[in-house]
């Protein structure tokens, strides 16, 4: 494939995401931070809501962290209530992790901080630019995607609201 000149603007892709991922990111983790938990640590409560009793490797590949990273995560988030570690059923080997009522009861009210957030981050674009916007966006994951293990497990037709912890709260540290 030749490299072609742009004049488009499609050359500020890449920045242009990076910087939006990073002020929602700021801009979330300065409203929930009266909540006492990490941006990864919310990242981490986001996947175990959505999926209940998921194995430590498992969360360290979703988040894409060292294994030894998730435990210290967690061993943190069990010593604030947020989550309990059980034996798996099928492997005495495996720990399995489950959310709290504690995180269950603060991750509804985090998601609405999160909505919000996406709310005034599209403001000013109209319905028909939101949805191109995600169409968009959906667009370029899966054509990145080729070859790589399933990252957006919602699929196309989730609301962006659905997604936004998630999202806003895609940092390692």
């Not at 050359?11 to 991922?21: K, Q, S, T, V, Y």
Request: with cysteine; aromatic share 6%.
């Amino acid at each position: 494939m030749a490299l072609m000149k742009n004049t488009d603007g499609t050359e500020r892709l890449g920045f242009l995401i990076h910087d939006a991922a990073r002020l929602l990111r700021k801009r979330f983790e300065v409203r929930a931070a009266g909540y006492g938990l990490s941006a990864a640590q919310w990242r981490l409560l986001f996947r175990l809501v959505k999926e209940e009793g998921m194995a430590q490797a498992r969360l360290a590949e979703l988040l894409e962290i060292e294994p030894i990273s998730v435990s210290r995560l967690l061993d943190r988030m069990e010593e604030g209530g947020w989550i309990e570690r059980r034996p798996s059923p099928s492997d005495r080997r495996v720990r399995v992790v489950y959310p709290t009522g504690k995180a269950r009861t603060t991750f509804g009210a985090v998601k609405e901080v999160a909505g919000t957030i996406y709310q005034e981050a599209l403001d000013g674009m109209s319905s028909a630019e939101r949805s191109a916007l995600l169409r968009g966006l959906e667009t370029i994951l899966a054509n990145l995607a080729e070859g790589e293990p399933a990252r957006c497990e919602q699929g196309p037709a989730a609301k962006v609201d659905e997604r936004v912890p998630e999202a806003v709260e895609g940092t390692n540290g």
